[in-house]
């Protein structure tokens, strides 16, 4: 069967008007959510938004749909920065005078728990300080049942000069705008079937050999590769490259890809390399991930790469490295994030499980050298 191609669909969604920038940000997130819009196109894709608001906080909402899975069947912690980047922006922005931009400039998440499918993911997010050039913020992720920690984070946000005046107003990201509630949201279709890999391939090929397959064709991609355009495009001993399409789709309601689907790219692509060092039977956990912009990625279409490579190996822990580039090759991104090995547990992760490497002893490189590097 055919992998699905949702990011080649024509883009849905629309930008808020400029003029409404003439607000100070605490009203202009009330009148958003009061109204229900307009909604980006990242709202369409995944379904992340904000939900509600104070004065320095935030909550926003993401379904757990099947979509957003790896070929494990969990939810990667890139892929709960494009939920935390809503609350960590919208928090600051409640304290921002009007006609005053600011950016994303540092991401950093710890995860605690295994992100599983099923009903909504919540973010609850806190301005810290919010100075005249720097917010900061942080947020706290629930799992569906809103019980449980799943992940804590921070941000850095620079805060941008006033604007003296305001940019002229964008349409919608298509032509005919938005179709209507009649056509679902891609999110909340049918996820494709068999995408998420068995146990059975787990136990039976090690990390390597498994996105050496997926890339001849030989096994499917997951969901998370067919909703956005993901795609591991090289491999190696300690290493792997995987590309994302700058499509609209991507897109925040201020008309750029936002932070924390760059944030994905980068520990996708991290954790790809810290699998290939993974033998059959043994699971892979992300445990951090760290993300410093250096530069907007706009959504022209072409081809976003990311490179990483396991910097130390360990026996339970590896640390990676990754570099993102637009099609120029100027670099968008750098990022940073570590993985805990698991021998003999389900690529799933199994039963509930805390994601901690408290519990080894300080790690030693598995050649012995003092390094680790790859």
């Given at each position: 069967?055919?992998?699905?191609?949702?990011?080649?669909?024509?883009?849905?969604?629309?930008?808020?008007?400029?003029?409404?920038?003439?607000?100070?940000?605490?009203?202009?997130?009330?009148?958003?959510?009061?109204?229900?819009?307009?909604?980006?196109?990242?709202?369409?894709?995944?379904?992340?938004?904000?939900?509600?608001?104070?004065?320095?906080t935030a909550e926003a909402e993401m379904p757990a749909s099947e979509w957003l899975v790896n070929s494990t069947g969990l939810i990667s912690g890139g892929t709960l920065a494009i939920l935390a980047d809503v609350a960590f922006g919208c928090a600051v922005e409640t304290r921002i005078p009007a006609a005053t931009p600011y950016t994303t400039a540092e991401l950093s998440l710890t995860f605690l728990r295994p992100a599983r499918p099923g009903a909504t993911l919540t973010a609850h997010g806190q301005a810290i300080h919010v100075g005249r050039s720097v917010g900061l913020s942080e947020a706290f992720l629930l799992d569906p049942?809103?019980?449980?920690?799943?992940?804590?984070?921070?941000?850095?946000?620079?805060?941008?000069?006033?604007?003296?005046?305001?940019?002229?107003?964008?349409?919608?990201?298509?032509?005919?705008?938005?179709?209507?509630?009649?056509?679902?949201?891609?999110?909340?279709?049918?996820?494709?079937?068999?995408?998420?890999?068995?146990?059975?391939?787990?136990?039976?090929?090690?990390?390597?050999?498994?996105?050496?397959?997926?890339?001849?064709?030989?096994?499917?991609?997951?969901?998370?590769?067919?909703?956005?355009?993901?795609?591991?495009?090289?491999?190696?001993?300690?290493?792997?490259?995987?590309?994302?399409?700058?499509?609209?789709?991507?897109?925040?309601?201020?008309?750029?890809?936002?932070?924390?689907?760059?944030?994905?790219?980068?520990?996708?692509?991290?954790?790809?390399?810290?699998?290939?060092?993974?033998?059959?039977?043994?699971?892979?956990?992300?445990?951090?991930?760290?993300?410093?912009?250096?530069?907007?990625?706009?959504?022209?279409?072409?081809?976003?790469?990311?490179?990483?490579?396991?910097?130390?190996?360990?026996?339970?822990?590896?640390?990676?490295?990754?570099?993102?580039?637009?099609?120029?090759?100027?670099?968008?991104?750098?990022?940073?994030?570590?993985?805990?090995?698991?021998?003999?547990?389900?690529?799933?992760?199994?039963?509930?499980?805390?994601?901690?490497?408290?519990?080894?002893?300080?790690?030693?490189?598995?050649?012995?050298?003092?390094?680790?590097?790859?």
């Amino acid at each position: 069967m055919s992998p699905v191609e949702v990011w080649r669909e024509p883009v849905r969604g629309s930008y808020p008007d400029p003029a409404k920038l003439a607000l100070p940000g605490r009203d202009r997130l009330a009148g958003w959510i009061r109204d229900g819009g307009p909604l980006p196109p990242l709202t369409y894709l995944t379904g992340s938004r904000p939900t509600a608001i104070g004065g320095g906080t935030a909550e926003a909402e993401m379904p757990a749909s099947e979509w957003l899975v790896n070929s494990t069947g969990l939810i990667s912690g890139g892929t709960l920065a494009i939920l935390a980047d809503v609350a960590f922006g919208c928090a600051v922005e409640t304290r921002i005078p009007a006609a005053t931009p600011y950016t994303t400039a540092e991401l950093s998440l710890t995860f605690l728990r295994p992100a599983r499918p099923g009903a909504t993911l919540t973010a609850h997010g806190q301005a810290i300080h919010v100075g005249r050039s720097v917010g900061l913020s942080e947020a706290f992720l629930l799992d569906p049942r809103g019980e449980s920690l799943i992940a804590h984070g921070t941000s850095r946000l620079a805060i941008l000069p006033p604007l003296d005046e305001l940019p002229a107003t964008r349409g919608a990201a298509t032509s005919d705008g938005d179709p209507g509630e009649s056509e679902p949201r891609p999110y909340e279709r049918p996820a494709p079937a068999g995408a998420v890999l068995g146990q059975e391939v787990w136990d039976e090929l090690p990390g390597f050999e498994v996105m050496r397959r997926q890339m001849a064709g030989e096994l499917p991609p997951p969901p998370i590769y067919q909703l956005t355009g993901l795609e591991q495009i090289e491999v190696g001993d300690g290493e792997a490259a995987m590309r994302l399409p700058a499509t609209e789709w991507l897109n925040s309601p201020v008309g750029r890809l936002q932070g924390g689907a760059l944030a994905m790219l980068a520990d996708m692509t991290m954790m790809n390399a810290a699998l290939t060092t993974a033998a059959a039977g043994m699971a892979i956990a992300g445990l951090d991930l760290k993300v410093n912009y250096l530069r907007p990625a706009v959504a022209d279409g072409r081809d976003l790469v990311a490179r990483a490579a396991v910097v130390h190996s360990g026996r339970t822990l590896a640390v990676c490295q990754a570099r993102i580039e637009n099609a120029d090759g100027k670099a968008v991104a750098l990022a940073t994030g570590s993985a805990m090995r698991l021998p003999d547990r389900p690529a799933s992760l199994g039963a509930e499980v805390e994601l901690t490497s408290d519990a080894s002893p300080p790690d030693r490189p598995l050649d012995g050298r003092g390094g680790g590097g790859r």
